[in-house]
């Protein structure tokens, strides 16, 4: 209640508010979730440890899709051999014997493949992301 009323004291919100009762219980609920979201426990030896928000918040759900976007536009852009390697790989999780024998050449191949997939992958995202930021 004392976090909600200085704040509302410092922001001088309240000179604005037309229903008081319904501002001052909506501000305390506010306080009252920002103090849950950040707050603390104390470990037996009396130290605080806090405990964070690890929710995502829009902007990283958002930042996180275009990732995504990113990530599947580049796996386009690979070789069909190196494509269908990770996709064999990553998608249906086969093992490399797997992946092999699903396309019909040796193991040592598929992990070179998976290898190079992997390294194009990584540059060309880089690549990307240093051009955005």
Do not use: C
Not at 102 to 119: D, F, H, K, N, W
Not at 123 to 130: I, V, Y
Request: proline share 2%; glycine share 4%.
């Amino acid at each position: 209640m004392q976090d909600a009323l200085l704040k509302l004291y410092r922001s001088n919100a309240w000179s604005a508010a037309h229903d008081e009762r319904a501002f001052l219980a909506r501000v305390v609920w506010r306080a009252a979730i920002d103090r849950f979201n950040a707050r603390t426990v104390t470990a037996d030896d009396g130290a605080e440890t806090r405990i964070l928000d690890l929710r995502a918040t829009p902007e990283h759900r958002a930042a996180a899709e275009d990732e995504r976007a990113l990530l599947h536009e580049l796996i386009d852009a690979l070789s069909e051999d190196l494509r269908q390697t990770l996709l064999l790989s990553a998608i249906e999780e086969l093992n490399s014997r797997e992946v092999g024998e699903v396309m019909g050449i040796p193991e040592g191949t598929v992990r070179t493949r998976l290898m190079r997939a992997r390294t194009e992958l990584k540059a060309a995202f880089e690549k990307r992301q240093g051009g955005r930021r």
